[in-house]
């Protein structure tokens, strides 16, 4: 037993380092996320329950068989089931039954409800593509975040890195007499921002750790390093292959949301036609056959011809017997035996049943008004999704739209940043500017660089939401 205790532990140790060694790239993520999300496994089981719905409907056409069999002791007062007398003796009985019947025709009831099913089970299916679709997207936008966060922290390192290297500087030049205590002191001020930056970007890459592992199902205390590609090397589309009115005509035919709408009313309109066939008459065949035991049934076993005096009488003192005027038969009886009994009591029928739904309180007509206003229902919702998925792939291209511009100018700003940097740090070597001059134009480099790689990761997430209303999935 202990023996076992150790192997397993072993094994567990074991799947636990190989997930902690591994680093996950985009797809890695998207594939565990997908397989571990307990919101998609409950999906898909959702999605097995309305195909044995299915499955169970089309089994419905065929002609249904039940046996029945009800073994019985029955004793006080009872009737003879052999004589039908009343009596008061103890007997076992048992009936047996094998029924079965069909519908020869029901207005096609159990075929739209068939095919309603099959189009339900349809949707079940479509709508888990939908959140591994959405699960997908959210894993990706969570990738994207954490290099986003890892680049902000590189950036506010080399920072950080540049101004202990001008404080290293500056002190040796306020210890030799060329520059006051004040540059110095400004600088270690300086240090101290940037060290909280870092501090605050590192804590900023393991929130988004977190979260990413919380869209993965992947516990929160397991060793977690994601593959850190350069943000250029993310495929993205050409913004000119993603216009508005083709992604719109890609989404309405491949998006998972799209199909369920499809899928659910054309499951209502199979309802609505069951429904109404409902309220007409049903015909069916049925046939059983049956049979019964009882204890106390017997038969005869033999017949014995009786030629003896039945009696006596006297005549005149002297005694004479009296014998019948002719034999007569005396049975011989015993318990008829179980199959014999079976075989004696077997019983057939077949027959034809008509159901004509006359006056039920309005509940077939109402069931079938409702589902009506079903259908509508479900007309309306599919064209106010449709309505709302044109509007978010026009918002989405505008966004992409203002991204890439504010991207392009970022790196205008990076460069201006730059220059201005660069300048300041030559007239500050000369003693031309002051500290405060120079940690000024240092900020306004870091402020520039950090908005270029955010609205570089905001561009390039804000072209794969495009790219996901095509339905055709992520380019990771």
Same mark, same amino acid.
């Given at each position: 037993? !202990?023996?076992?205790?150790?192997? @397993? ?38 999605? /097995? ?25 029955? @004793? ?25 019947? %069909? ?56 920072? +950080? ?12 030049? %306020? $210890? ?73 005509? !890609? ?9 369920? $709408? ?15 066939? /409902? ?13 019964? &035991?009882? @204890? ?26 009296? &014998? ?6 005396? #049975?011989?009886?015993?318990?008829? /035996? ?13 027959? !034809? ?87 000024? $134009? ?16 905001? #561009? ?15 380019? +990771?």
């Amino acid at each position: 037993m !202990l023996r076992k205790l150790f192997f @397993s532990l072993f094994i567990i140790a074991m799947c636990h380092s190989s997930i902690a060694q591994q680093k996950w790239d985009l797809r890695k993520c998207v594939d565990y996320a997908l397989a571990n999300n307990i919101t998609v496994k409950q999906t898909y089981i959702q999605s /097995k329950i309305s195909t044995l719905q299915y499955n169970q409907s089309k089994q419905g056409q065929f002609p249904t068989l039940n046996f029945s069999g009800s073994p019985s002791y029955n @004793s006080g007062r009872n009737q003879d089931p052999t004589s039908f007398s009343l009596i008061t003796q103890s007997y076992l009985s048992a009936n047996m039954q094998l029924q079965s019947s %069909v519908d020869i025709f029901n207005w096609y009831s159990k075929q739209n409800t068939i095919a309603a099913n099959k189009w339900e089970a349809e949707a079940a299916r479509a709508s888990t593509d939908k959140l591994k679709d959405d699960i997908a997207l959210a894993v990706s936008n969570s990738y994207l975040q954490i290099l986003l966060t890892m680049e902000q922290e590189k950036i506010a390192k080399v920072q +950080l890195e540049q101004t202990q290297q001008q404080l290293k500087n500056t002190r040796k030049l %306020v $210890n030799a007499g060329s520059l006051p205590e004040l540059n110095a002191a400004e600088l270690k001020a300086q240090v101290a921002r940037d060290s909280s930056t870092v501090v605050s970007a590192k804590g900023n890459v393991e929130q988004a750790m977190l979260n990413l592992k919380a869209y993965m199902s992947l516990d929160a205390a397991t060793p977690f390093e994601i593959v850190a590609p350069p943000v250029e090397f993310i495929p993205i589309e050409k913004i000119a292959d993603l216009q508005p009115e083709n992604v719109y005509a !890609l989404a309405i035919a491949n998006l998972p949301q799209q199909r369920v $709408n499809d899928f659910k009313l054309k499951a209502a309109q199979k309802n609505s036609a069951s429904a109404k066939s /409902k309220m007409y008459p049903t015909i069916a065949a049925f046939a059983s056959l049956g049979s019964g &035991y009882n @204890s106390r049934a017997q038969e005869i076993t033999g017949v014995t011809l009786i030629n003896a005096p039945i009696g006596k009488v006297s005549i005149s003192g002297t005694d004479y017997s009296v &014998y019948p005027s002719q034999p007569y038969s005396s #049975y011989n009886y015993s318990k008829t /035996k179980f199959f014999r009994q079976l075989d004696e009591n077997f019983r057939q029928s077949i027959g !034809l049943s008509l159901s004509v739904p006359i006056f039920n309180g309005g509940n077939l007509r109402t069931n079938w008004e409702r589902s009506k206003l079903t259908v509508k229902n479900l007309e309306l919702q599919k064209e106010a999704d449709n309505q709302k998925i044109k509007q978010d792939i026009y918002q989405a291209y505008n966004a992409a739209i203002v991204a890439m511009e504010k991207f392009n100018a970022s790196k205008k700003s990076v460069e201006t940043a730059e220059r201005s940097y660069s300048y300041a740090q030559k007239r500050y070597d000369v003693g031309m500017l002051t500290t405060l001059e120079l940690v000024t $134009n240092q900020n306004n480099l870091l402020r520039a660089k950090l908005e270029l790689v955010q609205n570089q990761f905001d #561009y390039v997430f804000k072209m794969k939401v495009l790219e996901f209303y095509k339905g055709q999935g992520l380019k +990771l």
